[in-house]
């Protein structure tokens, strides 16, 4: 999910004013060019915007990577609003060409679907050879990422499915000329569509699909440079590692036990004893649930060389395990990468931590987490292999492009640019929190980019907000466990609280637009009603005369990365009020963090450390800890709600907002004894957390310092520290710097 390049390239290109010179001579202005350039979005969320981020670090780091993909044609949907409704649209971005990609065509591979495995002898030994039904060709698009302050650029290679000419040599034989057109379209589709689903797998044949087509293509790059250096596999673990960003590409793992071992006859000891030292794996979820599982009927169809080869896996690791723990058969099973039941499903997580020799989580929370709950039985196996190291953001993009007036302020004050690329530097404004012309000039600076998003939202929603008001804003996927609808419920209590006042009382109120914005995946119906929910009572709040500036709700449609880029630096409060245990990692809020936005937090996924950064003391924190979650579960009905939750959740059924019967079903799902995701038992905590938000906004002089300690302590949530880390302790690689 790189968003826009141009601005981006310049600024790491070190060309940035000779660029906007030139450009001027023309008589074009640069920032009016640079938003001409769409997204590209090719990813959903905070995954897909993590790997992009990765990809800065490395490339600045001058680390030799490569990342993979795939060139969809049509990336994640845009989200239009009719009638307080999302609606998505196609986000055919390649409309107007795409100035940043290089094709390939001499960069092609067959990629092979289907067919059956017969077993053939070779010089005496039964070897098993897959006659696929169905080739397909993947084309390689070259995507340069350029690092900043180094001559080193390294690449992004996307594959595009193009039909391959075997079907034109059948068609011939057949005669059935049309047919063989239509099939080639069938083929094409592949690298189509990016599947908009968040988190949730569905057993997809097209995605499973894409997942091979990828990991097809990409491995046969790889294994084919390797082979320009070397003429046999012993050296491969030492040269090559290969990084599973989620389980996503974990059928590689198979693919490349299948090459070594049909292809390259390497024998399956000795290529097991490699495929199991060039793996690494992340995982980024948290609950079983969201783990990605493939039917075994889907795979078997598509892929049936592969499949065998995650059974003999299976097998052996079944057996290696049963000499370990005995004949725990509950155990084994849990363990097992075949999972038996209704839908016999490979579990792609399972497959991931067998065949890797490190398992990272995306923070400390997240990989006690897996540690304790999700793979214990892995953790007490090999505790070795897991890890964790914490996400991060690329303050190039999150400052250096998206707020040009922070970066120059930051250089000014701490003297020096080498922040840029080392954000550890950031510390050092601390050494000036008190001074009071510093502080006059952040004000300056978040005031500029107030207006900047002021700006926008008036375009966007014809809402006129006031710069005087504290800008608080949500803008991340919609999810149930990510609570916008928690957020939502404290602005219905705000607007019922406002009503309920008298004149005198109202002057004390601090004025708030609240900003959300988000996408919801096109089949999940909860979130599609938190959206209508949401502009509900945007409609009502803000038509209210009576309100005026003290209260404001603006939705943001299609929120993606330049909206970010805006947002971002605009807000004063920013939230992330997963329920925790949630949210495995969250970058969005390191995002904030670095504008000198202050945080309203659950303890949750990354927050728990930045709060040992930043101190609790300079962000709002509220709701249950991680250990508390389970217990507060179990009292399902009996758990206590505060009356202003009960109040809040009355006016909705009673349709205060309209749409009376559309949103029964969103009120059921925070029902007490229902309420999975705890917005009731939190809500108090809730909006305490606001109240003090509030009593922070009215003493400029506290809020600015807290800004600017947030933003100094933003320094270890650099990507670059991520990178580094994974390449230390990880990859075990070493900076290699372009020679010339
Ligand atoms: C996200 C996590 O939810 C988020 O907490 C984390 O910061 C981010 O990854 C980067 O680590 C995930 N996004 C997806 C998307 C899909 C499947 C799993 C995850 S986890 C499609």
Not at 247 to 260: G, K, N, V, Y
């Amino acid at each position: 999910m790189i968003g826009r390049s141009l601005s981006n390239s310049v600024i790491n290109l070190g060309i940035q004013d000779q660029y906007a010179e030139a450009l001027n001579q023309l008589g074009f202005e640069f920032e009016v060019l640079a938003e001409q350039e769409g997204d590209a979005s090719l990813g959903n969320g905070g995954l897909a915007r993590f790997s992009a981020c990765q990809m800065d670090s490395l490339a600045t780091l001058d680390y030799p990577a490569w990342g993979y993909g795939l060139r969809y044609e049509y990336g994640l949907f845009r989200q239009i609003i009719v009638d307080g409704f999302q609606h998505e649209q196609p986000d055919y971005w390649l409309n107007f060409g795409n100035p940043w990609e290089i094709e390939r065509i001499h960069v092609t591979y067959e990629v092979k679907f289907n067919g059956t495995v017969e077993e053939v002898d070779m010089n005496g030994e039964k070897v098993k050879v897959w006659i696929p039904g169905e080739t397909v060709e993947a084309v390689a698009y070259d995507n340069p990422i350029p690092g900043y302050g180094t001559k080193n650029t390294i690449n992004l290679r996307l594959w595009a499915a193009k039909p391959s000419n075997q079907f034109d040599l059948e068609a011939y034989n057949t005669g059935d000329y049309i047919n063989s057109i239509v099939n080639r379209q069938n083929t094409e589709a592949i690298s189509n569509v990016l599947y908009p689903d968040d988190r949730s797998h569905q057993g997809k044949e097209m995605r499973l699909k894409q997942q091979y087509f990828f990991v097809s293509a990409s491995l046969q790059d790889i294994i084919r440079r390797f082979k320009e250096a070397h003429n046999n596999f012993d050296e491969l673990p030492e040269q090559v590692a290969l990084h599973l960003n989620d389980t996503h590409p974990s059928l590689s793992i198979a693919e490349i036990m299948r090459i070594l071992v049909d292809e390259e006859h390497l024998g399956w000891s000795k290529a097991w004893n490699i495929v199991n030292k060039i793996f690494s794996f992340t995982t980024h979820t948290v609950v079983a649930e969201g783990l990605e599982k493939i039917p075994v009927d889907l795979l078997g169809s598509l892929l049936p060389r592969h499949l065998q080869i995650l059974y003999e896996i299976n097998s052996n690791f079944m057996e290696e395990l049963k000499k370990k723990i005995g004949l725990d058969y509950n155990r084994l099973s849990r363990m097992s990468i075949i999972e038996e039941g209704a839908v016999k499903s490979i579990r792609m997580a399972n497959l991931s931590i067998v065949c890797s020799h490190t398992v990272n989580g995306v923070s400390k929370v997240h990989s006690n987490t897996l540690k304790t709950k999700t793979f214990k039985d892995f953790y007490e196996l090999w505790p070795e292999k897991f890890q964790y190291t914490t996400n991060g953001v690329t303050q190039r993009r999150w400052i250096v492009v998206s707020n040009p007036s922070l970066c120059a302020l930051l250089s000014k004050w701490l003297g020096t640019e080498a922040w840029i690329r080392n954000a550890d530097l950031l510390t050092g404004l601390r050494d000036h929190v008190d001074n009071t012309s510093f502080r006059h000039e952040w004000k300056m600076v978040k005031r500029l980019n107030k207006m900047r998003l002021a700006e926008y939202i008036e375009t966007m929603s014809g809402v006129k907000v006031s710069l005087d008001a504290m800008f608080d804003v949500q803008v991340k996927r919609i999810h149930e466990y990510k609570r916008q609808l928690l957020n939502i419920f404290g602005i219905i209590h705000r607007y019922d609280c406002l009503k309920n006042m008298d004149k005198n009382d109202r002057r004390k109120v601090v004025p708030r637009v609240c900003i959300i914005g988000g996408k919801a995946a096109p089949g999940y119906e909860i979130a599609k009603k938190i959206i209508k929910l949401c502009h509900a009572v945007a409609e009502k709040v803000n038509n209210d005369a009576d309100i005026g500036d003290l209260l404001k709700l603006v939705f943001i449609p299609d929120y993606n990365v330049s909206v970010a880029e805006l947002v971002i630096p605009g807000a004063d409060l920013s939230q992330h009020i997963s329920t925790a245990g949630h949210e495995a990692s969250g970058t969005g809020s390191m995002k904030f963090l670095m504008n000198g936005c202050l945080l309203l937090a659950t303890a949750d996924g990354s927050t728990v450390e930045i709060i040992e950064e930043l101190g609790s003391d300079n962000l709002f924190l509220f709701g249950a800890k991680v250990e508390e979650v389970a217990e507060l579960r179990e009292k399902g009905g009996a758990l206590k709600v505060p009356l202003q939750f009960a109040r809040v959740l009355r006016m909705v059924r009673d349709g205060y907002f309209g749409d009376k019967d559309y949103f029964q079903s969103l009120c059921d799902t925070v029902e007490v004894g229902n309420d999975f995701y705890l917005l009731g038992s939190d809500f108090g905590s809730y909006l305490e957390a606001q109240a003090a938000a509030d009593k922070a906004f009215v003493e400029p002089d506290k809020w600015i310092k807290m800004s600017i300690l947030s933003a100094a302590a933003s320094g270890r949530f650099s990507s670059d520290r991520t990178i580094r880390e994974y390449a230390e302790r990880t990859w075990k690689i070493d900076p290699c710097q372009c020679p010339f």
